[in-house]
Structures are given as C-alpha cells and as structure tokens.
C-alpha cells in the first residue's frame, strides 16, 4: 500500500477541497436564526469565527476585564 502513495507534490496545511459543507447542530443555528442579518448566515458564521480566533489568543485577565466592562456597560 505504501508504494501506491504519493506525495511528493503535498503542500502542509492545503486541502484539497476548500469548499466543505458542514453540518450545525440544532442550538448552534438557533442561536445564529437569532442573529442573522441581510448578509447571510455564512457571513455571520464567518464572523464569529473570526472573533472566535482572534479572542482565543487573549490572556485571561484581558478576558475578565472585557467581560466585565460588557456587562458594566449593558448595566449601566
């Protein structure tokens, strides 16, 4: 088997189809059914993602801090 496989050409990191379906579980649409907008669902799945991504870096204390002035300001 090893003989038949090939990957002289691969490239780490690429995948061959960069257009995967995927499948959301029924709270996590409803949650985005709640949230959506003109730009779409992908958009905002997008989005999210992103925020998601760039906030999973964030030390701790940068966390609290920002979640404690979301809710001061949502008090206030």
């Known amino acids: ?4 496989m090939q990957f002289s050409n ?3 990191g ?3 189809a960069s257009n995967q379906a995927i499948v959301l579980d029924e709270d996590v649409r409803a949650w985005f059914g709640e949230r959506l ?3 779409g669902l ?8 992103r925020e ?14 920002r979640v404690v002035r979301e809710e001061l ?4």
């Open 42 to 49: 992908e958009a905002l799945v997008n989005a999210t993602l």
């Open 14 to 16: 690429i995948h061959a």
């Open 37 to 39: 907008d003109s730009a």
């Open 52 to 65: 998601h991504i760039r906030r999973a870096g964030e030390p701790l204390e940068r966390t609290l801090r």
């Open 1 to 4: 088997m090893r003989d038949e």
């Open 73 to 76: 300001r949502k008090a206030g």
């Open 10 to 12: 691969g490239q780490r």
